[in-house]
């Protein structure tokens, strides 16, 4: 037969394969192929024979087909088990070598190519190689007697085992086999803790006036033998009482109750070494018989639904889900128009309100708790967003927010002071054009200009002293408001003046006096820990000239004219 | 697969399922049982027979020509032939038997001696593949079920004995080293299951007997620890959930309304409609010529069997013959019976053994609509089979007068369970037994549940294989003897000479 070397293999095993006899003609075969006619075999190939007498076994050429190109293409991977190893070894009739280790682990691409088989279809090969190992396919074997180690009386029972073979491997083989070979046999299944109680303890604790101590006794005995299966338990349950004949039913939830009850108080009252472990555990068993009994009962009335009833169901929560949506595609279409016409503001807060009526109404027919739900959450976005709305504008136009004007002030103050050069506060420019964005509608009356916070003490003294107030206008006008507006604002300016002097006219003194050297002059003055002791003698002859200097009526005296003069048109 | 080569946690366990229709064995272990043969035995009375006996081998001889059935076996030695299958010798004068059956085990001398005493007559059984199925002079048929349940103690031993070593091949010679796993309806009565122990420990000396129920195993055979097993068997339908492999027994509903009663059905339709043919077997026929369809058929009898067949044997035979034409015909219409759907839907051809053939279209459907319909569609004028009366009236069973179609019968069983294993159950349902086999049955119940319980979710699992349908009691058996840790189940021979029939009940299963 003429092949070409790389198939040289395949095809050796596939005329194997048409001779099918087993372990014998195989060698035969393998070595026939071999140059020299030896009863030997290349190192190399020993995987591969091992395989091939497997696949041999099965004495069909299509079963072998798909294993044997992985054969051909990995020669040196091993994929037989080991015990077909060694009875190969021994038919290839090497004793010194018998001991072949074939690798049990699959490396390369052959391990990757088992994974991709998966689970679930072992393969032929695979299978074949172990019923090789359990003595083989045609392997002879004997019914050895045993007794399985989980009864409690004593059970002889029979089992094949292979007989052991080859006298070379049998010690290996023996060693590893008689472990245990009936293990599988003694396997127990285990059950779950059921609680067990002593006479004493039932006495203490545990006496109920529905139950004897007798049926609680038949009660923990059908647990235990059901493994706490309540349905099974009640399926079973026919108490006979000491006296009766017929057999009582129990319901599921007495009968959970009573275990239930009784665990707890047994837990409750053994002594624990871990309190809080033991509230734990008592927490574990409770059990409300009246809450099962009513959820019971809720759950067969949902069983017995009928057909229009559940038609009726789901058409009431296609309606929800419906209505929903129109509401979502009403109010994401309304705030769109909004946002075209005239700014975001102008209409939501009005529309939110009737956005929350809507969802009153939806609860209103009974659609159910999901509307609610969401209804709650759109009404506090709407709540949110409305407060927002109020909020900015108020904090932008009623009252520019100070904390930068003076952080922006402060140091410049001193600049300037070095300078000699004295600035009023910048001009705030128009109270209702602080924001780009459009304003909403209001009353002129709520939003009369009031005074900066931080000179409002001093500006409304000042007003008050013409009798003008800032809290209301008798004839709100536009101009009204202009005109008030317009007086707030020199106020404020000059009482932000005669601040600056005062300030001046004491470092002008102070300096003075450390010309004069009445005051020792500071080493740093540039430095934090120095100017300490100046704004200290500077705070102090604030505190000593504030009255000289609110007495200067010079500084007052020209501007009250134009105020008074301009609160008075405001006013008439 | 060689059990030897194969099988892990094998002690070569023998499980038995003994049907009303058929009786399965095998080897646990097996994908399939080794054995199917026919519950039903045929007995002959032996002193009353007697003459009849001896004039058998004649008559067989003479009417041999046109013999289809039993030919191969009559040829030749006729009185060999007709007690192949009886556990006693062979050819031998009664009283020799009643001596055998003395010595071949314990409790089939005592039955037959206590048979004696009480001035009963002798019977000599034909069990398995050849006793009923053969025809044999004077031969009676003889039922070992009632109800799902066995009841007859006499039979049972005989059938027993033959399974074990006719079927199975076991020799006679040597105690037995097999445990047996034998079944047993979930409404099984203590007296029946003692009955069986008895016999199996007593009768055949097996080394261990474990005795469980049918659905649990039904239930295993589909690998499912929970399921709603709704066997169509052939006496019976029965509903039973199994929750993590016990039978729950106050859900357990049964009913006689299955093929027997199907069958009665329908044997009268075709003597009605189909007045020519016989709807005798081929067993008594002699010749036989072709005819068209819908002609009367040109039979020759074989007079001289005709003339002394028994009723019971004749009526079992016409049974299998309507069955014949149920299995190859009847079909279940998924959505509910209407008679144009019905017409419009393909007729089928059927020849009965007499060469009768007719083409049959609508009756198809409409027979088998009394399964899920019975108030409409059962003709109440038609007598019932003698033994389906043996169903008593009980929380879980509905005899005869008060019928349920199938899909309230399964909605009754899930709904007398608790509230919190319904979904699973009606997640699990299995569709098993060989009355479920007809075409279109598993769609028309899925669709009739699906109207009943609308809100819950509904999977009816019902295997494709025959096998798996038809055997799964037997395949659920074989699966759970296989298992390492079921071996501390078995109610050892000791135990039982020690506790006696008690120990029985304290062996439930337990994984």
Known sequence: MEVDAGNEEQARTARQAENGNGAASGSGSVNKDNDDGKFKVPEREFPIPTRKIIQIEGRRRDDLVPHQGLTSSHSNSNVATKPSTRNQAQSFNQPGQAQIQAPEKMDGLTRELYALIGDNAPSLAQVRAELAGLGGVGGSGRQTPFQPSNRSTPLTLHHWRPLPTAPIIQGTAGKVEEKDPFEAFGREGNGPNVMSYSQVEYEAWLTDDKWTPHETNYLFSLLKTYDLRFLVVTDRYAYVPPGGKTGQDGTMEEIKDRYYTVCRRLLRNRPAVDEAFKEKMVKAFDYDIHREVARKKYANSLFHLTRPQMLEEEALYVELKRMEQTERRYRSDREELMRVMGGLDSGVLVPGEQGNRAFGRGEAIGVGVARGADGSVLADKLKKRRRGEDGEPAQDVDMPPPPPVKKKVDPMFGEYERNNITRVPPQPGQLTTSRNTHQPVYLRSTRLPTPKPHLATKTNALLSQMSISTVRLVMPTRDNVVALEKVIHSAEGLVEMKRLVDRVEVEVRTLKAQRDGIVPTPAGAATGSAAVPVDSSGSAGVEDLTPKSEDGPEMTGSVPKSVSAQARRVIF | ?511
């Open chain 2, 1 to 511: 697969m060689n059990p030897a080569t194969y099988g892990g946690d094998e002690v070569s366990a023998i499980v038995i399922d003994i049907g009303t229709q058929t009786t399965r064995s095998g080897f646990a272990g097996e994908e399939t049982p080794r054995s199917v043969v026919p519950t039903a035995f045929g007995y002959l009375n032996l002193s009353s027979s007697h003459y009849h006996h001896q004039s058998t081998s004649n008559s067989n001889l003479a009417g041999e020509d046109g013999d289809v059935g039993a030919s191969i076996s009559t040829s030749g030695d006729g009185d060999n032939s007709m007690a192949v299958d009886a556990p006693s010798d062979r050819r031998t004068p009664e009283g020799e038997s009643n001596l055998n059956l003395n010595g071949n085990g314990n409790t089939n001398g005592n039955t037959v001696n206590g048979n004696n005493k009480r001035g009963k007559v002798e019977k000599r059984f034909f069990m398995g593949d050849q006793g009923v199925n053969m025809w044999r002079e004077g031969m009676e048929v003889g039922s070992l079920m009632r109800d799902g349940i066995i009841t007859d103690p006499e039979a049972l031993p005989h059938l027993l004995h033959h399974t074990l070593h006719t079927s199975l091949s076991l020799p006679t010679s040597e105690p037995t080293a097999h445990p047996l796993l034998l079944t047993e309806p979930a409404w099984n009565t203590r007296q029946a299951r003692e009955l069986l122990a008895e016999v199996a420990f007593e009768g055949e000396g097996v080394p261990g007997v474990y005795i469980a129920c049918s659905s649990v195993l039904s239930a295993f055979a589909a690998g499912k620890g929970t399921a709603l097993i709704v066997d169509v068997g052939s006496d019976l339908v029965s509903v039973v959930p199994v929750c993590d492999g016990y039978a729950i027994r106050s859900g357990t509903k049964r009913q006689p309304l299955s093929i027997t009663l199907l069958n009665s059905q329908i044997q009268t339709f075709l003597k009605h409609s189909h007045s020519s043919t016989s709807l005798l077997p081929h067993h008594l026929i002699k010749s036989r010529k072709p005819v068209g369809l819908g002609q009367p058929p040109q039979v020759q009898w074989n007079q001289a069997r005709v003339d002394k067949t028994t009723e019971s044997w004749k009526s079992y035979w016409t049974n299998k013959v309507v069955d014949g034409w149920r299995e190859g015909c009847a079909e279940v219409m998924v959505g509910g019976y209407s008679p144009e759907l019905a017409r419009s839907k393909p007729t089928k051809m059927y020849e009965f053994p007499d060469g009768y053939g007719a083409q049959f279209g609508e009756e198809r459907f409409r027979l088998t609509e009394s399964i899920f319909n019975p108030e409409a569609f059962l003709d109440k004028t038609i007598a019932p089979p003698e033994q389906l009366y043996a169903t008593p009236s009980a929380p879980t069973a509905h005899p005869l007068n008060e019928l349920r179609g199938l899909a309230d019968l399964v909605h009754d069983s899930v709904f007398a369970v608790d509230s919190d294993h319904r979904a699973v159950l009606l997640q699990n349902i299995v569709l098993v037994g060989g009355g479920s086999t007809i075409p279109g049955l598993a769609d028309r119940l899925n669709h009739e549940l699906s109207l009943k319980i609308p809100g819950s979710k509904l999977k009816i699992h019902a295997p494709g294989n025959s096998i798996e349908r038809r055997h799964s009691v037997w395949l659920g058996g074989s699966i759970l003897a296989s298992l390492g840790t079921f071996h501390q189940l078995w109610v050892g021979a000791e135990e039982w000479k020690e506790h006696g029939p008690a120990i029985l009940a304290q062996r439930e299963l337990r994984l």
